[in-house]
């Protein structure tokens, strides 16, 4: 049966202001310094999600110092070369970041970092595609994620261009990826739980490069599994526990309410609060906070995808729940040093530095 609230074109579920807007809570602590690891901008027929969007929810009480727009696809040069095309995307968001930069829109650094999207299957054209972008991006340039997330259920959400199963399994990918470490840049991958085992095979190849995990690891709760989270976890956290082995891998948590999760609380005449939310997400979050440890680990938004499903406010109060128990140099990691670090955002010049004192 379809889901009338899930948007057939974008696969994700329709985020509705009014839905959210009932539900307002407390902010817990407010003072808390947070970077933004994950996010996107667009502009698309289901809802655009634009710098001011983006603002408005970072300004909704959290004290969000910065955030980094990881690639989707948006904006794309209408002409040109295929490989260059995605120039097009940095370039947009690097005019969003300069007109944040100019401290005109509030004490938070939108786009502080870019992580774009260079087709790692290019070989030699790698490298020089990197400089034109780290170029365009005016010492913003942070990392690059492609298009890999695949299953072959055909009721499972793809995000790919490329022919299946996408591109972590061409055997072009690791002599890319090794480009892109010799770069100085980390890999953002988003694979789905199924696909666990080509990262980590990657990851083996290229030490070299930091992998970073995108959203938990992708546990699927859709197609044939739907219903079925209590067999998909063991799985799961195998796979999570093989990936943390290896020294060169980091996590983001968050991405627990898109739809490929299986969670449906977008159905309930109210959105879930943040006690809801955190524990429902602990299993997913204790289990990769053991593994990696908090200074392998970074809390995300993964906005506008999640917020189908809960408001910005409500997610970094589930997330702030979820971290009550850490000390401050582990809250600080998981919060914003991670992410800092990662993304080499600590480097950035004064005039685009984050702001964390």
């Known amino acids: 049966m379809s889901d009338p609230l899930l948007d057939p074109a974008s696969r994700q579920i329709v985020v509705r202001p009014d839905w959210l807007a009932q539900l307002q809570e407390p902010i817990l602590e407010p003072g808390l310094p947070i970077v933004d690891p994950h996010h996107h901008l667009w502009e698309r027929a289901h809802g655009d999600y634009l710098l001011a969007d983006l603002l408005a929810d970072a300004g909704s009480g959290h004290d969000v110092r910065g955030t980094v727009f990881v690639q989707c696809g948006e904006m794309y040069r209408a002409s040109g070369p295929d490989a260059e095309r995605s120039l097009g995307e940095t370039e947009f968001v690097t005019g969003v970041a300069a007109v944040s930069a100019s401290g005109r829109h509030g004490r938070t650094r939108a786009c502080a970092g870019i992580i774009g999207m260079v087709d790692l299957t290019l070989g030699d054209r790698v490298t020089p595609l990197l400089e ?6 005016g010492g913003r340039f942070c990392g690059v994620r492609n298009r890999t997330a695949w299953h072959a259920s055909p009721e499972i959400t793809t995000n790919l261009v490329s022919p299946a199963p996408g591109p972590l399994q061409h055997p072009a990918f690791a002599d890319g990826a090794r480009r892109l470490a010799a ?23 290229v ?54 999760s299986g969670f449906d609380f977008h159905k309930r005449p109210k959105p879930p609060g943040s006690e809801e939310l955190a524990a429902t997400w602990r299993p997913y979050i204790e289990t990769c906070i053991e593994a990696f440890g908090p200074a392998r680990c970074m809390f995300e938004s993964n906005f506008p995808v999640d917020k189908g499903m809960c408001s910005y406010p409500v997610l970094w109060n589930a997330l702030k729940r979820l971290a009550l128990g850490a000390g401050p140099d582990e809250k600080t990691a998981l919060f914003s040093g991670t992410a800092m670090r990662v993304y080499k955002l600590d480097r950035l010049p004064p005039a685009l530095a984050i702001d964390l004192g």
């Open 132 to 137: 034109r972008h780290a170029a365009t991006a």
């Open 183 to 205: 770069f100085g840049l980390p890999l953002d991958v988003w694979a789905y739980h199924t696909q666990l085992a080509h990262v980590a095979a990657l990851a083996r190849a």
């Open 207 to 260: 030490p070299e490069l930091t992998v970073v995990i995108d959203h938990v690891g992708g546990p699927l709760g859709i197609g044939p599994f739907t219903g079925k989270q209590a067999d998909v976890f063991p799985d799961w956290k195998q796979q999570i526990q093989a990936l943390a082995a290896l020294p060169n891998t980091v996590v983001k948590l968050g991405g627990l309410t898109m739809y490929v």
